[in-house]
């Protein structure tokens, strides 16, 4: 993927998260974050839990630039200007050209469709890369709202550990 992404939906744009962007995040640093980025940042993002995966983003992007795309990218939401939620992968297809998905949409957003027209939008847009056969994505067996949003998605729910499901989409059953 290249570094000038940007994903447009009906409602949303979906930035992948530079580097620039992922330190400030890690320092906490809300003013220069919403600088860089242009939208409002609400303060309960940063009490979500994929501020725990920053360090390691920011670091992954250090290594290796072309993971760009590849890891969180931000939800933008058009009409205010603000940021939403995130979504993204764990890194670069794998050997098998798998890659594993999550995301999340800030309490204020939730039960509106924009977790379903993100993630859906990233989908397609991911599968345009040749070296992506398959996603994987997980989903505790009592969240009825992201197992909702997986179905939609026509993923397959492949096993069940505990109280965790794991779902699968692959290229050739789009």
């Excluded at 072309?66 to 931000?74: E, I, K, R």
Aim: aromatic share 8%; hydrophobic share 45%.
């Amino acid at each position: 993927m290249n570094r000038s992404l940007q994903i447009t939906t009906q409602r949303l744009e979906l930035l992948p998260c530079s580097l620039e962007v992922a330190q400030a995040v890690v320092t906490r640093n809300k003013p220069q974050v919403e600088r860089l980025l242009g939208v409002q940042v609400p303060d309960d993002w940063y009490g979500s839990e994929v501020l725990d995966i920053f360090p390691m983003y920011a670091q992954m992007l250090i290594d290796d630039p072309s993971q760009l795309g590849w890891g969180v990218w931000l939800m933008i939401h058009i009409a205010d200007s603000t940021l939403i939620g995130d979504l993204g992968f764990l890194g670069k297809p794998d050997q098998t050209g798998t890659v594993e998905m999550g995301y999340e949409v800030l309490s204020a957003y939730r039960q509106q469709g924009f977790a379903f027209e993100a993630v859906q939008a990233l989908v397609d847009f991911a599968f345009t890369q040749r070296e992506l056969k398959r996603i994987i994505a997980h989903s505790p067996d009592d969240h009825v709202a992201s197992i909702r949003i997986l179905e939609k998605l026509r993923m397959q729910q492949i096993a069940k550990d505990e109280n965790l499901l794991k779902w699968e989409l692959k290229l050739e059953s789009r």
